[in-house]
């Protein structure tokens, strides 16, 4: 792999798309349509790539297309950037150093789902959630049998592990025990300088990263993506939120849409994306109903261990295009990057402090 190619030549080399046609800032202004709708689009990710993934999931909405067809396309930008650890190619691996992904999506439109989970060798499993949801008559599909579906597509099978990812994984590896055959000769250990051992490696740190995407379209439908490479270094087969409908995802055409990243298993546990969209329905801003989700799995926890802190992310949206961002830790404010007539921006949302 030529590792001197730059992420904005992959970016659009990937999408076969001309640098003038996408680093155009701002839009002609869509003002509030007939139908009180105005559009909108919004990804989890607030990095440059998340920026790149507005701006094509925007361009489509612009030109009269589908909240669907807009954040299919714009994970896609987000899944392929080899720069990325936790979604798609470049995504960290299992404890075996395999990369498996999960994914999910969702059109309040028709009331459909999709979703794929422990899928390999697939660069953007978002598409292939979205073949089950609209030609298959199921919503989650896995392993080798969602595999064995994404190729009758079409899709090529690929490597999707990155000399980056599978450096962070060897140092991951490598620092697992000092009782394996991991690491140093065993006769150098106490001698040598293991910061200057590693220092060819990444710094790395386990996390649970994802992306969601969520879009309202001008004739005011409602749709949106999770998709993840996973918890780094899980156990084979670990299936977190991203792929399950009302945890990592869930959406309500009346209402809006909602997204989770985070430690899965809290977010499958609380149906934390159904519980937002709900409490939005009850009037909630979407502000509101993330900082709800996020007290509701505090307090839940408090019951059993009340020094545990779980670390959880919620995106959302409403139909009146208001927005919701919260966390639970992190070393700031978490932050979106958000797409709508008034062109690109980074909506800051809250932490929720343990009460």
Known sequence: M?????????????????AGAILLKTFPTFGRQGNGITPLIITSHANPTGEQAMEVGWK???DGGSAVDAIEKAANVIEVDPEDTSVGYGGLPNEQGVVQL?????????????????????????????????????????GPGALDFAKKWGF?????????????????????????????????KDKIDLQSYYEHFPEFQEHYGTTNVLAIDA????????????????????????????????????????????????????CATYYIVLR?????????????????IIDKYKKVNPEFFPG?????????GELGCATMMGRGNPRMSVMNQNGYSRYEGTVKVKN
């Open 219 to 270: 004739n005011g439908d409602v749709a949106g993506i999770t998709t993840t490479s996973g918890l780094s270094f899980k156990i084979p087969g670990r299936v977190g939120d991203s792929p399950i409908i009302g945890a990592g995802l869930y959406v309500d055409n009346e209402v809006g849409a909602a997204g989770a990243t985070g430690r899965g298993e809290d977010v499958i546990k609380s």
């Open 280 to 296: 939005m329905k009850d009037g909630r801003t979407p502000q509101q109903a993330c900082e709800d989700a996020l007290q509701m």
């Open 60 to 62: 489509i909405l612009m």
């Open 312 to 320: 959880e992310k919620f995106v959302a949206i409403n139909r009146a």
């Open 156 to 188: 090529p099978e690929e490597n999707l592990l990155t000399e980056k990812a599978r450096q962070i994984w060897l140092r991951w590896k490598e620092g697992l025990s000092d009782r394996d055959d991991w690491g140093p000769p065993e006769h150098l």
């Open 2 to 18: 030529n590792h001197q190619i730059s992420r904005r030549k992959f970016f659009y080399s990937s999408l076969g798309l001309s």
């Open 102 to 142: 999960d994914a999910s999506i969702m059109d309040g439109k028709t009331y459909s789902a999709g979703a794929v989970a422990s899928l390999e060798n697939i660069k953007n499993p978002c598409s292939v959630a979205r073949l089950v949801m609209e030609r298959t008559d199921h919503v989650l599909m896995v």
